[in-house]
């Protein structure tokens, strides 16, 4: 008996109190779904979504975009020397013509197909101690860089930075001019600020280290880069180390396994307004091994509107839910008309 009113007590002490909020009286405004208001708000809301669709729609046509795949798989392609493995520091040049002016800004972009960034254990392979600029991590990486955490080729000094995304860093490189009168001109890219703000700002730091060489001593590039973090680029000092921008694009991993990632723009000289028709000439440095795995790589030449890059999904599905809730409003208008008032009928 006193265990049973002990339960009670307990049981009485574990209620809520017995306020409106507690019990879930408060007032509340429930609206009163009729049908003079739900087929009406369907058409309006069917109309918005088809004027927005159709705006997307036509501005993702006016968007260019000039694709060329120069993976070299076709032994008459340029690039089918440099595609075999075996040959390394090779050079293929492609032609290529404009019919019209390509409005500027261009961005050019790289892309890669068959490449599965998405991959659980290959996101995990860096050490985000190590690239936020925390010098312990550089001699002693983290484990989850496996297997890329020391050179076993060299005297298992760690490596910087280490991890599988880095070490994958794609390094092909190219040049694009112009053919004008029988010469070849240099069309100027502009390689500052394509990494993400966060990216450069907040989430990739270099050691606080001068010169930042210094802070690299006693460990070893990655084990597929030609040269050190702290000389990506040689032109200027303040893009290398972690944050590089190509180093922080590539850094950025892909949800899907074919993606393109920015590369340059072109927004200077005699090109801030677009690239010219005329004929046009890509020199590439080929570097980044893609048949093994069944990869192709291509570059993508794009603008872009007040909407973004190029993308006809996005305008397609505002038509359809659009023409959808026309359609369930004039159902739903001729089943009213139907069984409002069966005595007419």
């Known amino acids: 008996m006193g265990r049973t009113k002990k339960m009670v007590k307990q049981e009485l002490a574990n209620r809520p109190d017995n306020t409106a909020f507690t019990q879930q009286r408060l007032p509340a405004w429930q609206p009163m779904l009729s049908a003079g208001i739900i087929i009406p708000g369907f058409v309006l809301i069917g109309l918005a979504f088809i004027g927005i669709g159709v705006a997307l729609f036509v501005t993702s046509r006016s968007i260019q975009v000039l694709e060329i795949d120069y993976t070299g798989v076709e032994t008459s392609h340029p690039c089918f020397t440099c595609s075999d493995p075996d040959v390394k520091k090779c050079v293929c040049q492609l032609d290529f013509t404009i019919d019209s002016l390509f409005k500027g800004p261009v961005f050019f972009y790289y892309g890669l ?182 990869g192709r790589k291509k570059v993508v030449f794009s603008n872009v509107s007040w909407m973004g890059g190029k993308n006809e999904f996005l305008g397609i599905a505002y038509l359809v839910i659009g023409s959808m809730c026309v359609f369930m409003s004039l159902v739903m208008l001729i089943v009213y008309a139907k069984f409002k008032f069966p005595e007419e009928d």
């Open 113 to 294: 197909n068959n490449y599965f960034q998405n991959y659980r254990k290959y996101g995990a392979s860096k050490d985000d101690d190590q690239l936020s600029g925390d010098l312990s991590n550089f001699k002693s990486p983290s484990d989850t860089c496996s297997p890329y955490e020391y050179d076993s080729n060299n005297n298992d000094k760690p490596i910087a930075p280490c991890g599988s995304i880095a070490n994958s860093m794609f390094n092909d490189t190219f040049k694009l001019y112009q053919k004008v009168n029988g010469s070849k001109k240099l069309v100027p890219f502009d390689g500052k600020g394509i990494a993400w703000w966060t990216d450069y700002n907040v989430k990739y730091r270099n050691p606080d280290v001068s010169p930042l060489k210094n802070a690299f001593n006693g460990t070893v590039k990655p084990l597929f880069w030609p040269k050190p973090a702290y000389e990506l680029d040689p032109s200027d000092p303040a893009n290398n180390g972690f944050i590089n921008q190509d180093f922080l694009v590539w850094m950025r991993r892909a949800a899907l396994p074919d993606f393109r990632k920015l590369y340059r723009r072109i927004t200077e000289g005699d090109y801030r307004l677009g690239l010219p028709a005329g004929d046009y000439n890509l020199e590439i440095a080929y570097n980044y091994p893609v048949l093994s795995f069944d």
